[in-house]
């Protein structure tokens, strides 16, 4: 006969499995599942091919959380698709004053306003996948495009690769090509024509000319180089000529120097003839003047000549008329 299950022995290890099968939990999810998580949105344009729900959300490098879906919104107030993406922190993938965040990230209204945003940036080339970055870019304005306005929304910039493809699209490529192509033909026909091909002719004219006229130069500059070279030894001679006669004049000048001392026997000299020549003066401004002795005779005796110059003249007169006086004698 078959003995009957007791309820409390079921219950009991119905009871233990459920607390080992918690255990479990607790145990491989390091006590996280109790732990709080924030979850922010963000708001992506253009294609978000690579990114994956489960993707890293780094943080200058460090891994703080990772991405809870990726869904497809229309914004019917500017007529486009928006890609809002939810990302979830990791409670220990971040610190505060060197503790755990608590589950929680700083205010993130405060992080946003000093310039927090976020940006798709490429895991692997090779894959293609993609990952979120979060880092401070306060030059760049923050757009909101939750409806109603959401406290948890951390705007998005575009990556550098959008920034780049975005210059990229606004570049006029038919116009560039159309110049370029205008640029040739103009080029081909500027090369085809006769005018390009008589200057070129001039020019290669102008190049045999130059190279007759570099031949002359060469025969002719020969000589000029010798008379040149002549020319600088004879200036050469010239200048020890005149370093000489420098020389000279210098010795000269010292000669001349100790002449000119005070004390030389030359200036002694000098000084000697100047007082005779001093006194020669007095004598002739004595005798020059008008009531000296000399000055006296010398008039009267100048007074007598003349008075024998009109004899001798009336002499003269009288014996031009009457020459025979000078045979017979004066008439009485």
């Given at each position: 006969m078959s003995r009957k299950a007791n309820p409390t022995v079921i219950g009991a290890f119905l009871i233990g499995a459920l607390l080992l099968v918690l255990g479990g939990m607790f145990l491989f999810a390091g006590g996280s599942l109790l732990q709080q998580r924030d979850r922010f949105v963000m708001f992506f344009e253009g294609s978000v091919y690579g990114l994956q729900v489960g993707a890293p959300v780094v943080f200058r490098g460090v891994r703080i959380g990772s991405v809870k879906s990726i869904n497809l919104r229309f914004d019917e107030k500017n007529r486009s698709f928006l890609i809002p993406v939810t990302i979830e922190t990791d409670p220990e993938g971040a610190a505060e004053n060197g503790s755990g965040m608590r589950g929680s990230l700083p205010d993130s209204s405060e992080l946003v306003a000093r310039g927090l945003r976020a940006r798709l940036s490429t895991q692997s080339f090779l894959t293609g996948q993609l990952y979120v970055e979060l880092d401070f870019h306060p030059d760049?304005?923050?757009?909101?495009?939750?409806?109603?306005?959401?406290?948890?929304?951390?705007?998005?910039?575009?990556?550098?690769?959008?920034?780049?493809?975005?210059?990229?699209?606004q570049i006029d490529v038919a116009s560039i090509a159309n110049d370029l192509s205008t640029i040739a033909a103009s080029t081909r026909g500027l090369v085809e024509?006769?005018?390009?091909?008589?200057?070129?002719?001039?020019?290669?004219?102008?190049?045999?000319?130059?190279?007759?006229?570099?031949?002359?130069?060469?025969?002719?500059?020969?000589?000029?180089?010798?008379?040149?070279?002549?020319?600088?030894?004879?200036?050469?001679?010239?200048?020890?000529?005149?370093?000489?006669?420098?020389?000279?004049?210098?010795?000269?000048?010292?000669?001349?120097?100790?002449?000119?001392?005070?004390?030389?026997?030359?200036?002694?000299?000098?000084?000697?003839?100047?007082?005779?020549?001093?006194?020669?003066?007095?004598?002739?401004?004595?005798?020059?003047?008008?009531?000296?002795?000399?000055?006296?005779?010398?008039?009267?005796?100048?007074?007598?000549?003349?008075?024998a110059a009109h004899a001798l003249r009336d002499l003269a007169d009288s014996i031009e008329r009457h020459p025979e006086s000078l045979l017979k004698g004066r008439k009485p």
């Open positions: 760049k304005a923050a757009v909101f495009r939750s409806t109603p306005p959401d406290n948890r929304e951390i705007p998005t910039i575009p990556s550098p690769v959008q920034e780049l493809a975005s210059k990229l699209e024509s006769p005018e390009l091909k008589q200057s070129l002719a001039n020019i290669n004219l102008a190049l045999q000319n130059i190279q007759s006229i570099s031949a002359k130069l060469d025969k002719a500059i020969d000589p000029a180089v010798s008379d040149l070279r002549r020319a600088l030894a004879d200036t050469s001679e010239a200048m020890a000529s005149t370093e000489k006669a420098m020389a000279r004049f210098e010795a000269a000048s010292d000669k001349f120097g100790k002449l000119a001392d005070p004390d030389s026997p030359l200036q002694a000299s000098l000084i000697r003839t100047s007082d005779e020549l001093g006194k020669t003066a007095a004598s002739l401004q004595s005798l020059t003047n008008e009531e000296s002795p000399s000055i006296v005779q010398f008039n009267r005796a100048m007074k007598d000549m003349s008075t």
